[in-house]
């Protein structure tokens, strides 16, 4: 985190580079993150592979998930959608949001391993996974979703969990 000051102003910049080249910059005297594609006004942000990394997007969260327990961020601007009052509340949302889709990609996994799952006729891994875990989504969203659950995906391959 850089930090700077002007005269009447204070500001923090944090760099998050899993969103492509993303950064949120802190306003210590208003409590105020803002945070471009990082955290966003309404919905959840996607990690895009192969720009942004699911890994590093994480420990984005973390890091804000931090400045909010300590009471140095409590309120959110993002670069879409509206001011977020509860900066704690939203960053819990977004890491329990990424968690179950994590969980649930290693559920289909799991699934296709031990053959209670399996894939369709020309279906790549990603599809399959797309199909089992973003069935209640609209179609409209299917092309971002798919670079998400390839984010996922190069994700669980790192850790060794795939």
């Not at 105020?32 to 594609?37: M, Q, V």
Request: aromatic content about 6%.
């Amino acid at each position: 985190m850089k930090s700077s000051g002007l005269p009447g102003l204070s500001w923090w910049l944090c760099r998050h580079p899993a969103t492509g080249d993303s950064m949120s910059l802190l306003l210590p005297q208003d409590h105020l993150l803002l945070t471009g594609d990082t955290v966003l006004g309404r919905g959840t942000t996607v990690v895009s592979y192969p720009d942004g990394q699911l890994g590093a997007y994480l420990e984005s969260l973390d890091r804000i998930q931090a400045l909010a327990a300590n009471g140095e961020v409590t309120s959110i601007a993002p670069g879409h959608g509206p001011t977020v009052p509860d900066a704690a509340g939203t960053v819990e949302f977004y890491l329990h949001h990424r968690r179950e889709r994590l969980d649930q990609v290693r559920a289909a996994l799991a699934g296709e391993a031990d053959g209670t799952l399996t894939r369709r006729p020309g279906e790549d891994k990603t599809d399959f996974v797309m199909r089992l875990i973003y069935s209640d989504v609209p179609l409209k969203v299917w092309p971002a979703a798919r670079l998400s659950v390839m984010a996922q995906l190069d994700y669980l391959t790192a850790q060794g969990n795939d």
